[in-house]
Structures are given as structure tokens and as C-alpha cells.
């Protein structure tokens, strides 16, 4: 049996190839030997905003420019909107609705072309970009297509419920398949996609995935956002708890943010829980447990 797990490699934008000198992708973005005066990010995903927030607390001016209206597109939209204003109080700025259209070497530095929605053009200057777009299956060189394995539009290879590909023999997990692309949750397919073929009847409750963005402070969710919920029909009720009201945050000096709570009004029933505060992805854990035993 062979069981591909190669993962995820960075996005990149066709008007802005990796250089890794000027315009960056996450792992040199990790690697850089001196901290620039100014950097633009592009993306405003759990990558962007970690690596943003990382270079402007070590004293960089950090600029996100972000193509959707929101920060952390697909989050609960509370705690995006909270996550910005903390981090623009930090220092960092924001251009929502807004794309990069290209760029041009400027001596040490680089000029950025952006555009907004309304067509309106802009040129910002920087030391280097970061692009963090997202990430795409890697499975360059692997035969796939000459071996009969199926892939969708996008390059991730098609799975059914027990790992299989289309073709006997050959299972594949983590990063290459459709879905959230986390370390974690690919950690727990490969053991159990093994114990599959051993025939023992594991599982992944993807309902109790956590998801953490380690910016300061940190934002940890599982499970349905307050308007996911709704789109799946349930009647909603929600709770939510401000850190500034919580001793133990005082004493650590970090009181923004909150924890909020997502149920089905009628049962009860957990359906998600998001945190933006100190020590969320500790925090989040007990939310987990909840969440796979069904809490209410």
C-alpha cells in the first residue's frame, strides 16, 4: 500500500513570483537576516496576520492589503473584527477589498501596484512583500495522473471516507485532500487512514478540528461560527465573555478580547466556540472535549 501525505506548498501570485530576496513566501519570510523597515503582506489569513504580527512586534512597520472585506475571511465575524482593531492598535495597517497588481524593483526596495474594488489605483513602497495567499496541493513529480489517481480542478487528490484514491492500494491524507490544511488534523488522518487498512473502524470527528492563528493575542475556534450555524439551519443562541472581566488576565496584563459561545437554541447543544485572548490555543482545548462528547 502506499499512502500520500506530501503536503502543502505556498501560493504563488502570477504578477508576484518568489524572488526570496524582496517578495517572499512564508518559509522566507522565516529566514530573514535582518528586520526591514517596511513590509507588505498580502493575504489576511492565519499565515498573514502570524507573520505580520511577528515582524511589526520586532519593530517593522507591517502594511496587510486583503482581497475580501474582513481579516481571517471564514471567521466567526466578531472575532475578525476584533483581531483587526487589536492589531491595528499594535501598529499594523489594513487595506481591505483591495488586490496587488504587480510590482517593480525600487533600488533596496520594491514598489507594489494595488487596486481596489472601485478601480482606484495605488503604489506602495516597501522593503519586501510576503505573499500569503493560501497554500496548494504538492504533488508535482509524483505520476499521479500517469498512475490513474484522480485529482480535482484545484490539484488535491480525490479520497472516499476511508482514505482510498481511485486507484487500489494507494490512500492519501493531510494536505493533498480537500479540506482544512492543518498539521494537526493531517496527523490524526494518517493514524487512522493506517488503522483503516489494518481494518479496525477509526475516525475523524471534523466537527472537533481546532484552528489556531498565533497572533498576539492568539484566536482558537472549533467547530460552526455564529453564521455558519445559521446556514445550516439551526435556531442560534450565543454567549459571550470579555477577558477584560477575568482576574487571571489582569495579572498577565493581556485583557483584549473575548470567548464566545455558539448553541442551538432549542437542544442546547455546543455547536462552536471562539476565543481571541491570552492563551487561546491552551484555552481551546477544553472546548474540543466538549464538542466530541456532544455538549450542551
Excluded at 519593530?59 to 482593531?85: C, H, K, W, Y
Excluded at 497588481?101 to 522593503?127: F, M, P, R, S, W
Aim: proline content about 4%; charged content about 20%; glycine content about 10%.
Amino acid at each position: 500500500r502506499i499512502l500520500l501525505a506530501t503536503g502543502s506548498a505556498p501560493v504563488e501570485l502570477p504578477d508576484l513570483p518568489f524572488d526570496g530576496t524582496h517578495i517572499l513566501g512564508s518559509t522566507e519570510a522565516l529566514s530573514l537576516e535582518s528586520v526591514p523597515a517596511r513590509m507588505v503582506v498580502i493575504g489576511a489569513g492565519a499565515i498573514g496576520l502570524e507573520m505580520g504580527s511577528v515582524w511589526s512586534r520586532l519593530g517593522t512597520q507591517v502594511e496587510i492589503i486583503e482581497f475580501m472585506n474582513a481579516v481571517l475571511p471564514g471567521a466567526d465575524a466578531e472575532i475578525s473584527q476584533q483581531v483587526q482593531r487589536t492589531l491595528k492598535r499594535q501598529g499594523m495597517s489594513f487595506r481591505l477589498s483591495t488586490r496587488a497588481t504587480g510590482a517593480d524593483l525600487d533600488g533596496d526596495g520594491i514598489k507594489l501596484y494595488v487596486a481596489g474594488q472601485e478601480g482606484e489605483n495605488t503604489t506602495v513602497e516597501c522593503d519586501c512583500v510576503l505573499v500569503a495567499v493560501g497554500r496548494r496541493p504538492q504533488t508535482e513529480g509524483l505520476g499521479l495522473e500517469s498512475a490513474g489517481v484522480e485529482t480535482t480542478e484545484r490539484g488535491f487528490v480525490t479520497v472516499d471516507d476511508d482514505y482510498r484514491t481511485t486507484v487500489n492500494g494507494v490512500f492519501a491524507i493531510g494536505d493533498v485532500t480537500p479540506g482544512p490544511m492543518l498539521a494537526h488534523k493531517a496527523e490524526a488522518e494518517g493514524l487512522v487512514a493506517v488503522e483503516r487498512m489494518a481494518g479496525m473502524g477509526s475516525s475523524v470527528n471534523y466537527e472537533a478540528i481546532p484552528n489556531i492563528v498565533y497572533t498576539h493575542p492568539e484566536v482558537a475556534s472549533v467547530g460552526l461560527s455564529e453564521t455558519a450555524a445559521q446556514e445550516a439551519d439551526h435556531q442560534v443562541r450565543t454567549g459571550k465573555y470579555l477577558f477584560r472581566a477575568n482576574a487571571r488576565a489582569h495579572s498577565i496584563n493581556c485583557i483584549d478580547g473575548f470567548v464566545k459561545v455558539v448553541a442551538d437554541a432549542g437542544t442546547d447543544r455546543l455547536l462552536g466556540v471562539h476565543i481571541f485572548g491570552p492563551q487561546a490555543s491552551h484555552l481551546i482545548a477544553e472546548a474540543v472535549v466538549a464538542m466530541e462528547f456532544r455538549a450542551s
